[in-house]
Nanobody, 113 residues
Framework: VQLQASGGGLVQSGGSLTLSCVFSGNIFEVNIMAWYHQAPGKQRELVATISSGGIITYIDSVKGRFTISKGDSKNTVFLKMDSLKPEDTAAYYC????????WGQGTQVTVSS
């Protein structure tokens, strides 16, 4: 499976961005797709997940601000990020949960104060 994340950029605090991820290759029906982020000097962290059955989870720091969703094609996942904060600055990656695919390049999100 190959992963291609896009949609990052530079935004002011309080702004919004929508990230997209395309999973290409052999994707089984039963899976959990996820977004992760990694801030400079920190470990990669799980941000949000969406299961094939539509169950969604978020880490506490993004609840109420981020929305994960799937596209009409089963191999596309989005992360809509509203009310962005400087502490959301990180490289964002998509993968499964657990992260069984090779990590793609990710997409950089930078939030200025």
């Amino acid at each position: 499976v190959q992963l291609q994340a896009s949609g990052g950029g530079l935004v002011q605090s309080g702004g919004s961005l929508t990230l997209s991820c395309v999973f290409s290759g052999n994707i089984f029906e039963v899976n959990i797709m996820a977004w992760y982020h990694q801030a400079p000097g920190k470990q990669r962290e799980l941000v949000a997940t969406i299961s094939s059955g539509g169950i969604i989870t978020y880490i506490d720091s993004v609840k109420g601000r981020f929305t994960i969703s799937k596209g009409d094609s089963k191999n596309t996942v989005f992360l809509k990020m509203d009310s962005l904060k400087p502490e959301d600055t990180a490289a964002y990656y998509c993968n499964f949960l657990p992260a069984k695919a090779s990590w793609g390049q990710g997409t950089q999100v930078t939030v200025s104060s």
